[in-house]
């Protein structure tokens, strides 16, 4: 593992629209990959989760964060809340409060994982890899120290509760199953949903520790409902809302709509 290369920068960002931004860290393994979202609004900005935190998200975006943003999480897998300790507002469902505040389980070392992404890489015919990145961060950068800095939350969510940006408004859904607190933020007037891992195109994880897939199922039946026009996921690319109803589908089975 110590042989691996330093990355000559840990973010890759990309402009999605005039007031949305997509980091990403592509020296992490496609498993913890996560997307952080950045919307620039009239009077506030907010952050959709914050990355693994192997690196700092702060230096590498200076120009974003010149305006301090409200961080909202998804949901408090150590992929979406390693960088949480860098903001100052973080903001997360009450059902996953006390995983910010004490992080539970995070690790660089492919064989610490969770034994549904064994069976996860095992389908795809892709060996667990023994480190979850390609490069380091800087030189002398030890994985094996990895840890998630515990961030305590400063507000706590509930379904209906409102993230107002001055110009543009998100509404908290409440969509338990990937995990019991997990949330998407929906802009109704502009149909954009941030879904984190309640819905991404891949494979979706439903028997992690604190999965529930009866609640899953419940959630999935009222995002079909949701007139999406586009959704803005925890992984992998955005959708538009005949991928989502497909994503859907497929994860209700026959006769499960
Ligand atoms: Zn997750």
Redesign the pocket.
């Known amino acids: 593992m110590s042989g691996l290369p330093v990355a000559p920068r840990w973010f890759d960002r990309r402009r999605v629209d005039d007031s949305i931004t997509m980091l990403v860290e592509p020296h992490v393994h496609p498993l913890l990959r996560s997307n952080i979202w950045h919307v620039r609004g009239g009077e506030r900005d907010l952050l959709v989760d914050a990355g693994c935190g192997v690196a700092s998200l702060r230096d590498a975006a200076p120009d974003l964060f010149a305006r301090e943003p409200v961080v909202v999480f998804t949901?408090a897998?150590y992929?979406?809340v390693g960088g949480a300790h860098e903001f100052a507002e973080r903001w997360i469902h009450e059902a996953e409060a006390s995983s910010l505040a004490e992080p539970e389980f995070s690790t660089l070392v492919g064989s610490d994982l969770p034994v549904e992404f064994h069976a996860l890489l095992d389908e795809m015919g892709v060996p667990m890899p023994e480190a979850l990145v390609d490069a380091l961060p800087y030189g002398g950068y030890d994985i094996a120290t990895y840890d998630v800095v515990p961030a305590p939350a400063t507000r706590l969510l509930r379904e209906g509760d409102t993230v107002d940006l001055g110009d543009r408004a998100f509404t908290v859904l409440h969509l338990p199953g990937?995990?019991p607190g997990g949330i998407a933020l929906w802009d109704e007037d502009g149909g954009v949903l941030f879904s984190?891992?309640v819905i991404y195109d891949a494979p979706l994880?439903d028997s992690?520790p604190g999965s529930d897939p009866a609640a899953y199922r419940a959630t999935m039946r009222r995002l079909r409902d949701l007139p999406v026009r586009v959704v803005h996921p925890?992984h992998e690319p955005s959708f538009g809302r005949d991928r989502m109803i497909e994503v859907i589908d497929a994860y209700l089975g026959p006769g499960g709509a």
């Open positions: 949901h897998h992929d979406h990937h995990t984190g891992d994880l992690l925890g």
